[in-house]
């Protein structure tokens, strides 16, 4: 008899509908808007990274998440006390821990949590005990997974950007290193999540993973809704033009 596989979440990541709204500085495009119409196509969750700078998603943009949406809200943040009060003050569904470097251009690797186990513990603990799941943002490495077992982590999102980079043999192999960190983690009670850098063309290897639950996708889905909407955009800004003459 075959089994029915288990459906994999998509969170969607909104936060580059707020890098397009704040090169204006006004409301418009509203990353709120954009997560409603993402959960109405099939999201299974949201992804918003609150950046300690501020560089997309705002404060004010996480309380009218939490107040609009009907899918859960996972919070990427930096392991500081700035931030944990941020999310004890929200109690979004879920915060991952992502390492954060303020002249970065994107997330560059994952989170040293194995180099840093004292400075986490009370950051998930503190999360943990408010309700909230914790995932911790980490490269597919067998010593990152023993860190987030020994602080107690229930979800781990592997970051899939070097995957996403990589060509050939080389991309096969860091596909290995995903897929077995993901049964590593699974067989040791921890969710298997991952994401970054993810496409139409490289997605599908990903996915394929059988113990990963959850693939966060941002970037790419943002960039390419311009080719899937552009064209209704300025059809109606011509019926609109149409209409004043
Ligand atoms: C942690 C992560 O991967 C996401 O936050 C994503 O990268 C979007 O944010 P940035 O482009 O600001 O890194
Ligand atoms: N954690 C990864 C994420 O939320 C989305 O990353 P990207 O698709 O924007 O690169």
């Known amino acids: 008899m075959s089994r029915t596989p288990a459906h994999l979440r998509l969170g969607v990541n909104i936060d580059h509908v707020a890098t397009i709204r704040n090169a204006r500085g006004g409301t418009h495009p ?4 954009a997560a409603l119409l993402a959960a109405k196509a099939g999201a299974d969750g949201i992804t918003a990274h609150l950046r ?21 809200l ?10 944990l009060g941020i999310a004890l ?32 513990h009370p950051i998930v603990d503190a999360l943990g005990k408010a309700g909230v799941r914790v995932s911790l943002f980490i490269e597919p490495d067998a010593a ?3 860190a987030a077992m020994r ?11 070097r995957y996403a ?34 496409t139409f063309d490289n997605v599908g290897p990903v996915a394929a993973i059988p113990q990963i639950a959850e693939l ?27 209409l004043a003459r």
């Open 89 to 120: 003050r929200h109690r979004p569904h879920a915060a991952c821990i992502v390492p954060e470097k303020r002249e970065e251009r994107t997330t560059e690797g994952g989170l040293d949590a194995a180099g840093q186990i004292d400075a986490l």
């Open 52 to 72: 300690e700078d501020r560089r997309h998603i705002r404060d004010e943009d996480i309380a009218t998440l939490m107040a609009a949406l009907t899918v859960p």
């Open 144 to 146: 990152q997974i023993e």
């Open 165 to 198: 980079h990589l060509e050939g043999s080389e991309r096969a192999e860091e596909l290995r290193r995903l897929a077995d960190a993901a049964a590593l983690a699974a067989k040791n009670g921890i969710e298997p999540h991952a994401g970054h850098g993810l």
């Open 74 to 83: 996972n919070l990427e943040m930096a392991a500081t006390q700035e931030m």
């Open 151 to 161: 602080l107690g982590a229930p979800v781990v999102e592997l970051h899939t950007g």
């Open 30 to 33: 509203d990353p709120v808007k």
């Open 216 to 242: 966060n996708i941002g970037h790419f889905l943002i960039g390419e809704a311009i080719f899937g909407g552009l064209e209704s955009s300025i059809r109606e800004m011509r019926r609109q033009m149409d």
